[in-house]
């Protein structure tokens, strides 16, 4: 089992940044892909950004490539998700997940654990 705990979320002005992290328990972290997910209200849960249990490879939604950075850190078990020149359009809840796997997944239903989310709000 895997718990994740996300955080760094909050209102920020159109062209702003946010760090979000995702601390991870239970169990070695460094033997789990991760992704980052959003949901926005009345709208189904997309891909945002996933890596590889490394770090080594990375992929990117088309909407934030560019923008936002994902990244890890297995000595400190967390995941981060770096968000810049941030528009409306990337207002959701910002959801961590977690996979024992090799290489890099943009499928929601390929993860197991989920956290709970946080809030990211870009104001106009």
């Known amino acids: 089992q895997v718990q994740l705990v996300e955080s760094g979320g909050g209102l920020v002005q159109a062209g702003g940044s946010l760090r979000l992290s995702c601390a991870a328990s239970?169990?070695?972290?460094?033997?789990?892909?991760m992704g980052w997910f959003r949901q926005a209200p009345g709208k189904e849960r997309e891909f945002v950004a996933t890596i590889s249990r490394r770090g080594g490879t990375t992929n990117y939604a088309d909407s934030v490539k560019g923008r936002f950075t994902i990244s890890r850190d297995n000595a400190k078990n967390t995941l981060y998700l770096q968000m810049n020149s941030l528009k409306p359009e990337d207002t959701a809840v910002y959801f961590c997940?977690?996979?024992?796997?090799?290489?890099?997944?943009?499928?929601?239903?390929?993860?197991?654990?989920w956290g709970q989310g946080t809030q990211v709000t870009v104001s106009s």
């Open positions: 239970g169990r070695t972290f460094s033997n789990y892909a």
């Open positions: 997940a977690a996979r024992e796997g090799l290489t890099t997944y943009t499928n929601a239903y390929d993860y197991d654990y």
